[in-house]
Structure formats: C-alpha cells, structure tokens
C-alpha cells in the first residue's frame, strides 16, 4: 500500500519538478563560485545577495501565489531578521545557525502580530496595512539603527568607539565559502518550503484561496491557517535578515526603505507567484537588475521604472508570471507522450521549483 | 509645553491628507481602483512646479501646470490600463497601481535624484500670529481647500449628472451600463479628477514638508488611513480622519523621546480602526464563487 | 434514528428576514428541503452550517446544541456540506481533496480510500481542474461521507449533470445514511430527485415553512401546489 502512494507521490509532476529543482538548485550553489568569472569579486557577492533575496521574494511569492494575501511589508521584515540576528548575536556570542533560527522566530512574532487584525478583513486590508507597517519599519530602523557591538537596547556604539563586526559563519568564511553557505541554506529553506506546500498546510492554503465558504465547510479555521502563512513565510524572511546580517557583519538603515519592499512585491509578480522558481527569479530582478544597470551605465533607478512597468504587466496580462511562461513554453517544446493507463496519471501544472 | 502650533501643523498637514484621500476615495468609489499612486502622481506635480519656477515660469501659471500634469498622468493611467483593470478583482487593481507608483518614483529619481528640495509658494511668505502660533496663508489654503473640496464633492455627487453616474456606478456597475451610463467617460473623468486633487495636494504637501520624490510618495500612506477611517465610504469621516491623523502625528512628534514614531500613527489608527470594524461585521461568508 | 430539530430560527439581513420563525424537525433517512427561489433553503443551510447567525431559535440534533458550535468546528462534530456549486479545489488532486475533509473534519485518513471507493472514482490522482463536472460532485460526496459524518447537506448536488449522472447520484445519496451513519438533507429544484430520494420533506416560501411530512402526501397537498408548484401543473406520482 504504502509502496502504491510513494510510487503516485513520485508520480506527480510538482514532485519530481522540486526534486529536479532540488538538485540543480544545489549544483549552481556548490558549483558556480568555480566558474571562471564568477569566482571571485562583485559578481560573486552580488548572486550571494540575491540568493539572500530569493528568500524573502519566495515569503511574498507564497502568501500571494498560495493564499492571495498581500504583503507589501517583507523588506521592512528582512530588516527586523537582520536586527535580531545582530542584536542576538552581540547580547549572547552563540553559533550563527542558532542565532539564524532565533531571528526567524523573532521575525515570525512580528509578521503575525501585524498580520493578525488585517487578515480577518479583505485582501485588500492586509495590502493597506503592510504598506503602513513598510513606511513605519524604515522610520523604525533609520531611528534605531543596527546593533554593532554598543550598550543597551539598541546596542549602538557611540563616541569613539569602534564598531563590531559579527564575524560570518565558521563554515562560510571567504567570499566562496560564504556563498555555498548561503546556496545551501537557501536551497534547504526552499526544500521545506515545498515540501510545506505538498503536505496538510499547503492543502488547506489551497482551499483558502479557492474560496472561504468551502473551506470554512471543511472545518479549515482559516483565520489560523492565514497566519500560519504568514508566521511561515516571516521566518524564512527573517532567515534572508540573518544571512545579510552575516554577509557583511553589519547592516546599514539605507538599505531597508519602503519602496524597496514594494519593489521586491514588484519582482516576485513579474516573475511568477505560483511557483518558487518564479521566486528565485524575483530574487535576481530584486537585487541583481539594479547592479547590471548600474555596471553597464544606467542609473539604477531606472530599475523602478522597468519593474513597475513589468508589475502592471503581471497583473493585468499574465498572472503567472515569467516562471509561468517559462512553463507554458516547456510544456509546449516538450514531446507529448503516450498515455499510459496502467499508472496514476502525471497532472501537468506550472514548472515548480 | 505650549502644544497650540503643534496642534495647528496637525490641523494643517491633516487637511491635505483629507484633501488627498477625497481623490483616492471618489476614485475608489467611482472604478473600484485604491489608488497606491496617488502620492507619487502629487509628488510628480510638485516636482514639476519646482522645475518650471527655476526655469523663471510665473508661479501661478506653473502651478496650474502641475495639477493639469496630475490630472493627465491619471488619466493616461486611467486610459491605458482600465480597460484591463476592469476585469480583475480589487486587490489586482490595487495592486496595479503599485506598478503605477514604481514607474513615477523611478521617473522623479531619474530626473531629479533624491535630493531634498524645498519650494515655498508665496502665499506662504504672510504669516500672522494666532494664540502664540505662526499661522501662514498657504495653511490657510489648506484648510479651506479641504473643507471645499469634500462639500464641492458631496454637492457635485448629489446635483450634477455625472455625480449620479459616478454614484450609479459605486453602487452597481452592470446597472449603470445597462441603464445607459458612458462607463468610460464617467471613470475617464473620475481619473483626472483624482489626479489634479494629487496635484494640489502633492503641491501643498511639498510647501509644507519636503520636496523629496520617496517621501511624497509613501505620503499615500497616512492618506488611505484616512480613507481607512472614512470606511471607504464617507467623505465626512475621511475629513475628520485625515485631521485626526495630522494632529495625532504632530503631537507625537512634540515629544523628543517618541518623535521618532510619529509615522507609526497612521499604521496604529488605521489597525485600530480595522480592529473595531471587524467587530462590528457580521460572520458573512460568500457562499458562491464565481 | 437521529433527530434534527430547528426550533423557531428567524435570520434577518438588515430589513429582511429569509427566514422567519421557521420551525422542522427531520429523522433519519435522506430529508429534503423544497420551495421557490428566495424561500430561504440555502440560508437555512447556512445557519446549519454557521454562516449566518439567526437572531432567535435553536438547532439541535441528538441532544447537541449545533448553534454553539463555532462554524469551523461543525466539520469535526460532524456536518459535511456541498455546495449549488461544487467547491472542488482545482490545484489538488481528488485524492487530495477528499483527504482535506478527512484532516479537518477529525477522521482517520485511511478513510480516505473508502470513500472514494464508496463514490468508484476512478484514477483519484487527477487534479480538481482536470475533473468532469460529474467527477466533482463525486468528490463533494466522498468529502461528505469521510470520517464520522451525523449530518449532511447537500445544496443542489445534481446541478449541471445529465439524466444518467443524476441517477448515479441518487444512487449514492440514498445510500449514505446506511453506509455512514448521517442524516441527510437535501435542497433542490429536481421534483423526481426529491421524490425518489426524500422519505420527507418541509416546505418553505417567503422563510416560512408552509408544509412538512411524508414527500408524496406534502407534494400533492393544495397549499403546497398553489404556493410552489404553480396550480395548473399537474404533479404526477
């Protein structure tokens, strides 16, 4: 019995699609630092901070693409896993991994609690408010700043004394290693996320964003299972904050403006909410478009422009994105096959990472 | 402490949040579009003022040039993507609108980088003393303005023909059409006309505060507050919102050790606000999907 | 033998009452609720099923105050319900659908299997989207009769299906309070599906209940064919 479901499990499209993506996933992070090219220098740090960042579009891509919510708020969430990790960190000097972990639930708590009155309202509520919450997070940060190694609550230093750096993980210390590091870390994060997704809360997310009547018929409590989405998608935002935290030892306020959260909102949609491919994309859109631009000539700015362009694009002609399209044109390439009765039947769906 | 000029900015600053969230309201009302665009569609009108007074425009003439630039990039919007925006749900067209707001701040950062500028509208240079606070003009403008444009809105609903189509059209779209209403010319003028109250308002906000692409953009902010507290429905209630919000924010920030989180208001209102409707809401659940 | 009983429940939306002081009782078997658009069956539904609250009255089957029980909860007590239109979610496979209901409603999920099983759906790892519409509402019946159910609704489960789909329908409906325990209630328009499956039925018209009792006998009452049927029909039996 057990052998027939694993057999159907494995038969399944998005099943053997996250495996495959499980793997090149990890080859492109053990692999790309030895690419001539790459190797070394800007190129290398900036595909490492993207990395960072496809974590925090895939927070976005699932509430949107699994539960329709809005979240206009996870740069300013990225800050909030960033502060925690260094404020963690200088308060108790613990291994990374643990200090990352206590900043994903640190985040988690924030994410819920400003969730919690929007959600039992419209979609179009939780929009309003994490927009507020963006604003407030950026105002929040600049006035606070980032812990370096200072006294008290904020832990900054002041006068003239120097700051500390929280060193990078012991198994990611130059710029190759850090960048497996975070390849792995990321990789796993997405794994679980997947497999979250295959598994009884991802069901029920489904059945959320089919429609609330049947759902709530089904017994699903869906106020509960909304901020599970969200304590969820919170921490692995919080887990993108650790990691930048570690990437340079220090954050800077600059870095966490509201606009940049409606710009990675922006990123995710053009490159597909419905599957974690298209946040991986979102990722490089978010942080590496700027760089590109900014390397060829252009003024990076121009990247508002282009993605903002791309958003209403998204939202009013093609709802599933980039990873959407990519998927239409593979399944299209690919050579239909015979049908074969004897087995379950391979739903096709979008590609999913 | 004397807390009356504290209480006079909020008033003011207040007013043309009220000012600016009767555009985003009449807008919402009218095509079913929260506009996420509206502080960047003012931002853009003030920017443009600025521009056309350096290059020695009268400022009357430079002015008005910058509500009908308001008023001519909602509306382009409003041509270009209605039509699509039709057929998608609220959050969509939301959301849409946050493309909108994407491509103009990229635009003012381009042009103009994000420098702080400052423009001073001359009715700002006469002042008088009121109880022990320096009150000018331009304040005054604001004010008034404020509390003419919700009764002009509410009369103009209520006795001109395209009111009631606008109306007609907040309460059932299919209806109207069926009856006889130009749709698209009812939502086409309900753009500009949202679009050229982001102007002034963008432009009075800019004399007020700062000329600064990002912050007038995200002024939208403590604007759809505003219209949070006004349920989306009342002009009324977006006034009293808007007021509320300003003053709330200026007496934060007269304390040194919380002035920081004085753009937390609008966030914390509009949540409290959010929290007591939901009380009041009865459990309703659309059984029938489409 | 289960007993359902709605005692007075009145539900009102502002000016309007769908229902009004509405009294039934149903027992055991498949029960059906009839009556003209806008009569108030599916808001009776839905006070069943916790979306609308009534002002006044009660609701009790077996000694349980079905009222007190939070609307998300109803499924673990045991209501199912299915929906004019079925709900069937498209990303999931039927399997996966089916398991759903088996998960929140409380029920072991090697359930699942009977009851998809019970419906003969065959190749159960197609998505919802890729199902027929008769395929769906074999799924909304196995979601109804997963685990433990002691009460089911079905809102026009035979909507949009042909003649022989109804009659397989039927089939299966009939069955579910032998082969799971529950009693079923059953809102249509399809008089010959009340027929052949209601042993009783209750009439509403204008949220009032205007006739209740064996299925034939209400059915060819005079008040029931003046305020329903229409007189000049002929109900044939």
Redesign the interface.
């Known amino acids: 019995m057990n052998r027939v479901l694993l057999a159907a499990f494995l038969a399944r499209a998005e099943v053997r699609s996250a495996l495959v993506g499980l793997a090149i996933g990890l080859v492109l992070a053990l692999v790309l630092p030895s690419l001539p090219g790459v190797g070394s220098g800007l190129a290398l740090r900036t595909l490492t901070v993207c990395a960072i960042y496809a974590l925090a579009a895939a927070g976005v891509g699932v509430l949107y693409g699994r539960l329709g919510l809005v979240s206009i708020m996870q740069i300013g969430l990225v800050a909030v896993g960033g502060w925690a990790t260094l404020r963690i960190y200088h308060a108790t000097h613990l291994p990374f991994e643990v200090v990352m972990v206590l900043a994903a639930l640190v985040t988690a708590a924030v994410g819920v609690i400003v969730g919690l009155p929007a959600l039992r309202l419209s979609g179009l509520s939780l929009a309003i408010v994490t927009l507020m919450v963006a604003g407030a997070l950026e105002v929040l940060v600049t006035y606070a700043g980032f812990p370096n190694g200072g006294d008290g609550f904020l832990g900054r230093v002041s006068g003239g004394t120097l700051a500390v750096i929280m060193p990078r993980p012991a198994l990611g210390q130059s710029d190759d290693e850090f960048f497996r590091y975070v390849g792995v870390v990321v990789v796993v994060v997405l794994v679980l996320l997947r497999w979250l997704l295959m598994v009884r809360p991802g069901r029920t997310w489904a059945a959320i964003r089919q429609g609330e009547a049947g759902a709530v018929s089904l017994g699903i409590n869906t106020v509960a299972h909304r901020l599970l989405a969200l304590a969820v998608t919170s921490a692995v935002t919080g887990v993108a904050g650790a990691l930048l935290a570690a990437s340079s030892g220090i954050l800077d306020p600059t870095s966490f403006k509201a606009q940049q959260s409606v710009l990675l909102f922006a990123t995710v949609l053009i490159g597909g909410a419905f599957s974690l491919l298209g946040a991986v994309l979102g990722g490089l859109f978010f942080y590496g478009l700027p760089q590109l631009l900014n390397t060829v000539g252009l003024d990076g700015n121009l990247v508002f422009v282009v993605l903002g362009l791309g958003l209403v694009q998204a939202v009013t002609t093609a709802p599933a994105g980039i990873a959407g399209q990519l998927g239409a044109l593979w399944r299209r390439l690919r050579p239909p096959r015979p049908p074969r009765p004897s087995r379950p039947s391979r739903p096709s769906r979008e590609v999913t990472v | 402490m004397n807390l009356l000029p504290f209480v006079v900015a909020g008033l003011v600053i207040g007013s043309v949040y009220a000012l600016s969230g009767v555009g985003v309201l009449v807008l919402y009302r009218t095509t079913g579009v929260?506009n996420?665009a509206h502080g960047a569609v003012g931002g853009l009108a003030a920017l443009l003022v600025w521009q056309t007074v350096e290059l020695r425009l009268q400022p009357a003439v430079a002015i008005a040039l910058g509500i009908a630039a308001g008023a001519a990039v909602a509306l382009l919007f409003g041509l270009v993507?209605g039509p699509?925006?039709a057929r998608?749900d609220?959050?969509?067209k939301?959301?849409?609108t946050?493309?909108?707001?994407?491509?103009?701040?990229?635009?003012m950062?381009?042009v103009w980088n994000d420098k702080a500028r400052t423009i001073r509208l001359e009715t700002s240079r006469i002042s008088f003393d009121v109880g022990g606070a320096r009150v000018n003009v331009t304040q005054l403008v604001c004010l008034g303005l404020a509390l003419l444009v919700v009764v002009g809105t509410l009369l103009a609903l209520r006795y001109t023909s395209m009111g009631t189509s606008m109306r007609a059209l907040a309460s059932d779209r299919e209806l109207a059409a069926v009856v006889g209403t130009n749709v698209r010319l009812v939502e086409n003028t309900a753009w500009a006309t949202s679009g050229a109250i982001a102007g002034v308002s963008g432009i009075l906000l800019a004399d007020q505060t700062r000329l600064e692409p990002?912050f007038l953009?995200?002024l939208?902010?403590p604007v759809?507050?505003a219209v949070?507290i006004g349920r989306f429905v009342s002009l009324w209630l977006t006034l009293v919102g808007g007021l509320a919000i300003g003053v709330g924010q200026s007496l934060v920030s007269a304390w040194p050790t919380v002035s920081?989180?004085s753009?937390?208001v609008?966030?914390v209102v509009?949540?409290v606000v959010?929290?007591v409707?939901?009380r009041r809401?009865?459990?309703?659940?659309?059984?029938?999907?489409a | 033998m289960s007993r359902l009983t709605l005692s007075g429940i009145t539900v009102r939306f502002g000016g309007v009452k769908p229902l009004d002081d509405v009294s039934m009782a149903f027992e055991s078997g498949v029960c059906g609720i009839i009556g003209p658009n806008g009569a108030g069956k599916t808001t009776a539904f839905n006070v069943l099923s916790g979306f609308a609250l009534p002002v006044a009255g009660s609701v009790d089957l077996d000694g349980d105050d079905l009222l007190a029980v939070p609307a998300h909860r109803r499924a673990r007590w045991g209501l199912r319900r299915s929906f004019q239109q079925e709900q069937v979610v498209r990303t999931l496979t039927a399997r996966e659908n089916v398991l759903l209901a088996a998960e929140h409603s409380g029920s072991p999920t090697a359930d699942v299997d009977r009851a998809l099983d019970y419906v003969e759906l065959a190749r159960p790892y197609r998505l919802g989207a890729e199902l027929t519409m008769f395929e769906r509402r074999l799924v909304d019946i196995a979601s109804c009769v997963v685990g433990t159910p002691r009460l089911v609704l079905l809102d026009e489960p035979a909507a949009g299906l042909d003649p022989a789909e109804s009659e397989r329908l039927l089939g299966l409906i009939t069955r579910i309070p032998e082969e799971a325990g529950a009693l079923v209630l059953l809102v249509d328009h399809d008089m010959d599906l009340v027929r052949a499956a209601c042993g009783t039925v209750a009439v509403l018209d204008f949220g009032r209940r205007i006739a209740a009792g064996p299925t034939l006998q209400v059915l060819s009452s005079p008040e029931v064919r003046k305020a329903y049927l229409g007189i000049d029909e002929e109900v044939t039996t």
């Not at chain 2, 946050?98 to 635009?107: E, F, K, N, R, Y």
């Not at chain 2, 809401?281 to 999907?289: C, E, K, L, P, S």
């Open positions: 929260l996420f993507a699509y925006l998608v609220q959050l969509r939301a959301i849409a946050l493309g909108l707001a994407l491509v103009l701040l990229g635009v950062l381009f990002a953009t995200f939208i902010i759809l507050a949070v920081a989180f753009t937390a609008p966030f509009a949540t959010i929290l409707a939901t809401r009865v459990v309703t659940v659309g059984v029938v999907r």
